[in-house]
């Protein structure tokens, strides 16, 4: 154990368990430099860092409640790993799911998010597996086109999902069905985050912020930033936007630029939050936020 063990590696994202207890992804620049392919894992546990590993490239992950509590990461290549009470699951997603497509499929994986306690992983060519059992995926995109090219996936449960992806492509898959919806933009879309009042947001590139739901969007003219948007989060009662530089809350139409008080992070880019803490994870910072006070982490 060591209290500062990232230093001089990069971070690529991270995601809380509970307001003490947190998970990191991150390489060896070096080694990223050379490719090899390796992932850093740093479990925060009340101040603590713990350190592990994985032989692939894992940039992202999520916490989930089935089909057992557990922690997984997922890489572009395919590859993933459970983390549960019971022990360490891995396997390659185009190997370990069904129902096997017509034509095989090879990476890249975008990311991967919890929705209704399960893992829904996401990637070009119009992906979209959920993680059933540890060792098994369940292939879910039966109907979406091969060139819409998913950044990410949202939804409030198994019927109501939401697939954003590149030239502001939106889909909607209500359990059995995807449909596609109509977007005022046909910019690229990294991001989607709904929340409890139904309400979906959906942010990308050049600033782009959109708020509405199935059939009804519209632009958000916050006029605030065009810098490339990477991360959403609620917390608070408020929408929280990120960019690799600066994060932002949603106020109204507005984005005001959030004051860390004394200690700026130099690098933001995705978000987390459970019921009292959200962090705001960058390249080289996570800093985490109770509503009222700014902590550093890394």
């Known amino acids: 154990m060591t209290t500062h063990p990232l230093e001089g590696s990069f971070i690529r994202t991270g995601v809380l368990r509970f307001a003490n ?29 713990y350190e592990g590993e994985a032989n692939f490239d894992a940039n992202s992950c999520c916490i989930i409640k089935e089909p057992e509590p557990g922690f997984v990461i997922t890489a572009g290549s395919g590859g993933y790993s459970v983390h549960t009470r019971n022990g360490e699951t891995n396997g390659n997603i185009f190997q370990n799911s069904h129902p096997k497509p017509e034509a095989p499929r090879y990476g890249d994986f975008r990311s991967v998010s919890e929705i209704g306690g399960k893992a829904h992983a996401v990637g070009l060519r119009g992906m979209v597996y959920r ?17 819409f090219n998913i950044q990410a996936i949202h939804g409030m449960d198994a019927s109501d999902l939401y697939a954003v992806g590149r030239k502001g492509e939106i ?22 985050k709904c929340v409890s ?20 969007w519209e632009l958000v003219e916050h006029g605030e930033t065009t810098d490339d948007i990477w991360g959403l989060e609620w917390f608070g009662d408020q929408l929280y936007v990120s960019t690799m530089s600066s994060l932002y809350r949603l106020e109204g139409d507005e984005l005001k630029q959030v004051d860390f008080d004394d200690d ?3 690098t933001t880019y995705q978000l987390s939050a459970i019921e009292d ?5 960058g ?6 936020y109770d509503g009222k006070t700014w902590t550093r982490i890394v």
């Open 277 to 281: 803490i959200m962090w705001s994870i």
């Open 283 to 288: 390249r080289e910072d996570i800093m985490a």
């Open 171 to 192: 889909w909607h898959f209500d359990g059995s069905n995807w449909s596609k919806e109509d977007l005022p933009t046909n910019v690229n879309l990294t991001t989607v």
């Open 21 to 49: 207890v947190g998970f990191i992804l991150a390489c060896d620049p070096q080694k990223e430099e050379d490719g090899i392919a390796h992932t850093i894992i740093y479990t925060w546990d009340t101040g603590t860092f």
């Open 131 to 147: 993680l059933d059992v540890l060792s098994d995926w369940t292939r879910i995109d039966q109907g979406l086109p091969g060139d």
């Open 197 to 216: 009042d139904g309400t979906v947001y959906l942010g990308g590139h050049d600033g782009i912020l959109i708020r509405g739901g199935r059939h009804s």
């Open 264 to 266: 700026e992070p130099d």
